[in-house]
């Protein structure tokens, strides 16, 4: 008896180790996001970044300070001279960042020579070619046999450099805006902002959002941020929203003040750290960028590309109805010579 009842509790023991490391092995839907994590951070992916303006706003400046690198160490600064004869041309940079283990294949697509001839009316043809023959590319690997590994090379946001100096959008900005707004993210930008006061800022900025209003034009629209998140996170995106568009300071110089490094800009008065959010919205747009990535692409597979791809299978139907109808005028006639 004494040594039955002893053992008794040691098989219960047992027992209850068994069902702990059971449900220690257990792995629940919670894990899902962590796998997924796993998957992106050892595949990476595609970001491509599409830079437009006028020449001397700042453009290459401001991409070399958003991603801490020097995309073309080697660039030609156009005359005055070679400028009458330059044509508009997209020059491509692609860089591979890698940060916390994820790694980013991102492409800058700078547009040269746009809005520096006499004539620019045209100007937007070149930029939205190449944005359809990348939604091309993208269709055709899309419908092969092998599309395991496709490469995604859609423009996947948009920079839009806007002149502080015209206190508006000019002609040649809403034509551009207009003719590329349905085909891809638009981020409008005001470049050189320190040319600004801080009023004359805040009118810049209402008189462009109400011209973008007034004219149709869709611009990226930053996603509200889900009931779920922390308030400080929200409080973040509401001030991103509000922001638009971005005024943007930029600089290549690093300055280092009490050990610590940072793009800057010497004036007569001080110098300014462009990533102080009190002087301009740089660190606003960077972290945008970064947060709402995914929702960049996401728009541009489930929108953009969703209805490139509805208007190539309209236009094959289109061109399938009207061979069949030629076909069938064929038969007609055929007929009518054998009788």
């Known amino acids: 008896m004494t040594s039955t009842a002893g053992v008794q509790p040691q ?37 491509t970044l599409m830079v437009v303006g006028e020449s001397g706003l700042g453009k290459t400046t401001l991409i070399n300070s958003l991603f801490q690198t020097n995309l073309y160490p080697q660039r030609h600064i156009y005359t005055g001279q070679e400028k009458i004869h330059q044509t508009i041309k997209i020059e491509p ?53 092998n599309r395991r590994n496709i490469s995604d090379n859609r423009v996947h946001c948009l920079l839009y450099f806007i002149s502080s100096l015209t206190r508006g959008l000019k002609p040649l900005d809403i034509t551009c805006m207009k003719a590329l707004h349905h085909k891809v993210n638009i981020i409008p930008i005001i470049a050189k902002a320190d040319a600004l ?8 900025k209402q008189i462009i959002i109400e011209q973008i209003h007034k004219h ?7 996603p509200d941020c889900d009931s779920d998140e922390d308030e400080e996170l929200k409080e973040k995106n509401f001030e991103l ?25 010497i004036y007569p008065w001080g110098l300014i750290n462009i990533e102080n959010s009190y002087y301009c919205d740089f660190l606003k747009l960077r972290t945008m960028l970064i947060i709402h990535m995914q929702d960049l692409q996401q728009i541009t597979h489930e929108i953009h590309y969703e209805n490139y791809r509805l208007e190539k299978f309209e236009l094959k139907k289109l061109i399938q109805e009207k061979d069949d109808e030629l076909r069938r005028i064929q038969d007609i006639l055929s007929q009518m010579k054998g009788q």
């Open 241 to 265: 929203k509000n922001s638009l568009p971005f005024a943007i300071i930029s600089s290549k110089q690093i300055y280092e003040i009490q050990r610590k490094k940072f793009y800057g800009r």
């Open 197 to 204: 006061t801080s009023n004359e800022l805040i009118q810049m």
């Open 216 to 222: 149709n034009i869709k611009i990226y629209q930053i």
């Open 11 to 47: 098989n219960n023991n047992n027992n209850n180790n068994n069902n702990n490391n059971k449900q220690s092995d257990f792995i629940g839907f919670a894990n899902l996001p962590t796998q997924i994590h796993r998957k992106i951070a050892k595949r990476g992916f595609d970001f």
């Open 93 to 145: 940079s692609t860089i591979e960042i890698e940060e916390c283990g994820i790694k980013i294949r991102l492409t800058i697509l700078n547009i040269s020579g746009y809005g520096d001839n006499i004539d620019c009316t045209d100007n937007y043809k070149l930029i939205l070619n190449y944005i359809d023959k990348q939604f091309e590319y993208y269709f055709n690997n899309e419908i092969s046999f």
